[in-house]
């Protein structure tokens, strides 16, 4: 199974994406601050623009294998080999301060926030299950930071003109 994380609003708090499973829409996603790490970055590089707790995981390819979380007393999804982190889990939660650099899911989104986390994590986790009896589980998370919209910086800005107005 192929999962693919789409963070497409970022703020000082947060990070928003989309989830992706097997190329169609499955529901939103809520992390830390992106500060642009990426996986191929060094080590070091990646360390020293961490902020623990406040900082989402490095963009890149993991491999995910379910197992037992000792902090949630369940049977969790769990991204391998990220860089600088350890203990990273795709859960239900609902603002960025619940993420310590994990994945949180859900169906609504705000800035800042998502909702319907617990019957959204529940349903992934059917699915997750069901994966993982057939085939391994990777993660892509990739960032899409685009400009303001509406601000083209080629276009040169014009004033209106006014019939009737001095020059």
Sequence with gaps: MQLHVIRTTFTDQSSVGELYL??????????????????????????????????????????????????FQKQMPLLLRVPGWEGVRIHSGNYAHQTEGCILLGKLKLDNMVGVSNKTFEAFMIEIRRAAKREKIHIEI?????????????????????????A
Excluded: H
């Design 22 to 71: 097997n190329g169609a829409f499955y529901c939103y996603t809520l992390e830390d601050v992106d500060r642009e790490l990426r996986a191929d970055l060094p080590l070091e590089a990646i360390r020293t623009r961490k902020i623990f707790a406040q900082t989402a995981i490095p963009t890149g390819n993991y491999e995910i294998i379910l197992n037992w979380s000792n902090r």
């Design 142 to 166: 990739e960032s899409r930071k685009t400009p303001l919209a509406g601000l083209v910086a080629s276009q040169p800005m014009t004033v209106p003109t006014v019939i009737g107005a001095p």
